[in-house]
C-alpha cells in the first residue's frame, strides 16, 4: 500500500466508525508488524482527545503511538533513545500544531468550554461530520506520518 493510499484508508476507517486515535495507527500499523485488529485494540483509549476527555487530538495520539512503534527505545537507560524519540514526537506535534492552530481537542471543536465530557461517543451521522474536523484531522495527522522521513 502506497502512502497515499494509507492516508485514504485513515480516512475510511473514521468514517467506518472506528474513532481518530484508531484509524491513524491502523492505517500504518502492519508497517510495524502489528495487525489491525491490535492496533485499533492498542489506539482505542485515545479518542476524542484521550478517552473523550477532549485534551490531545486523538489523530495526533495515533501518531505519537507509531513514533513509539518506530522510534521509541526499548533500553530504560537510553536515555539518547528517549531523546531521539521524544524530539521526533514534538517534530510531529509542531507540524500537526502548524497546520491545524492546535493539538487540543477541545480547540480544534470550538468547544468554548472546558466541562466534564460525558464518555458515551455521540452517533456518526451526516450532521456530525458536517460539524466535525476529524475527518481532516485524521486525514492530516495520516498525512503526516506518511511523510515523516521529512522531519526526521
Known amino acids: 500500500m502506497d502512502n497515499e493510499q494509507r492516508i485514504a484508508r485513515a480516512v475510511e476507517l473514521f468514517k467506518m466508525g472506528y474513532n481518530c486515535a484508531q484509524s491513524v495507527t491502523a492505517a500504518f500499523a502492519d508497517e510495524y508488524g502489528y495487525t489491525e485488529e491490535q492496533a485499533l485494540k492498542m489506539s482505542a483509549s485515545f479518542g476524542g482527545g484521550i478517552g473523550r476527555m477532549r485534551e490531545t487530538c486523538g489523530a495526533a495520539c495515533g501518531m505519537f503511538i507509531l513514533a513509539g512503534l518506530e522510534t521509541g527505545c526499548v533500553d530504560?537507560?537510553?536515555?539518547?533513545?528517549?531523546?531521539?524519540?521524544?524530539?521526533?514526537?514534538?517534530?510531529?506535534?509542531?507540524?500537526?500544531?502548524?497546520?491545524?492552530?492546535?493539538?487540543?481537542?477541545?480547540?480544534?471543536?470550538?468547544?468554548?468550554?472546558?466541562?466534564?465530557?460525558?464518555?458515551t461517543p455521540e452517533q456518526r451521522t451526516e450532521s456530525y461530520y458536517m460539524k466535525r474536523p476529524c475527518v481532516k484531522m485524521v486525514e492530516t495527522a495520516a498525512r503526516i506520518w506518511a511523510n515523516r522521513k521529512n522531519l526526521q
Request: proline share 7%.
Open 76 to 119: 530504560p537507560d537510553d536515555r539518547q533513545g528517549k531523546a531521539d524519540n521524544y524530539a521526533f514526537v514534538q517534530k510531529l506535534a509542531g507540524e500537526f500544531r502548524k497546520k491545524n492552530g492546535s493539538l487540543i481537542c477541545a480547540e480544534l471543536l470550538g468547544l468554548r468550554e472546558r466541562k466534564p465530557q460525558v464518555p
